[in-house]
């Protein structure tokens, strides 16, 4: 079985004010005390943890997308990837952004929700032109753009490649969901 350590007792200086600030920056948006495990595990090699947790933290909480798009987002591309840590931290920060358990219900069974307005409808379809490896359909782009701009697309394309790289941290360490 391959695991990481956790390193938290071996940070000094630098590398633990880095842990101590990405541990505080999540603490409002997860409703957790601690740093994820998949974070503390990344810590192993702090620059990582750090550019890693950077990407994370503008994506989430400095960036263009709405929170509820940008969680819906996440849900729906861990959904498709079958990323279960991944799901489950994020149907928190979705119910806070206004998602509803029904709308969190059909994502899960793998739907998109008919009542989600059209922009977010067309946001939840470029996640899976990426999940399916092919290239944005023209009028999904239209659409999307319309609402939430280029920067925003950009950002959905983003979150993909940041949960899927969390996601290959969680599996080929074998990172368990964390209590609670």
């Given at each position: 079985?391959?695991?990481?350590?956790?390193?938290?007792?071996?940070?000094?200086?630098?590398?633990?004010?880095?842990?101590?600030?990405?541990?505080?920056?999540?603490?409002?948006?997860?409703?957790?005390?601690t740093l994820g495990d998949v974070y503390v595990r990344m810590f192993n090699n702090p620059g990582v943890a750090v550019k890693v947790g950077a990407l994370g933290e503008?994506?989430?909480?400095?960036?263009?997308?709405?929170?509820?798009?940008?969680?819906?987002?996440?849900?729906?591309?861990?959904?498709?990837?079958g990323l279960s840590y991944e799901w489950s931290h994020h149907q928190r920060p979705?119910?806070?952004?206004?998602?509803?358990?029904?709308?969190?219900?059909?994502?899960?069974?793998?739907?998109?929700?008919?009542?989600?307005?059209?922009?977010?409808?067309?946001?939840?379809?470029?996640?899976?032109a990426v999940v399916a490896a092919r290239p944005v359909p023209g009028d999904v782009q239209d659409r999307f753009v319309a609402a939430h701009g280029t920067a925003g697309i950009v950002e959905v394309v983003a979150l993909c490649g940041l949960y899927s790289l969390m996601g290959y941290m969680v599996t080929a360490f074998e990172i368990p969901l964390e209590r609670g």
């Open positions: 079985m391959a695991t990481l350590p956790d390193p938290t007792e071996r940070l000094r200086g630098d590398d633990r004010a880095a842990y101590e600030r990405m541990a505080d920056a999540r603490a409002h948006a997860d409703g957790r005390a503008h994506l989430r909480f400095h960036a263009t997308l709405p929170d509820d798009v940008r969680e819906l987002v996440i849900l729906r591309f861990a959904r498709r990837c979705a119910r806070l952004a206004g998602v509803s358990p029904t709308t969190i219900d059909r994502l899960a069974s793998g739907e998109i929700p008919d009542d989600l307005p059209d922009a977010t409808r067309a946001a939840l379809e470029v996640v899976d």
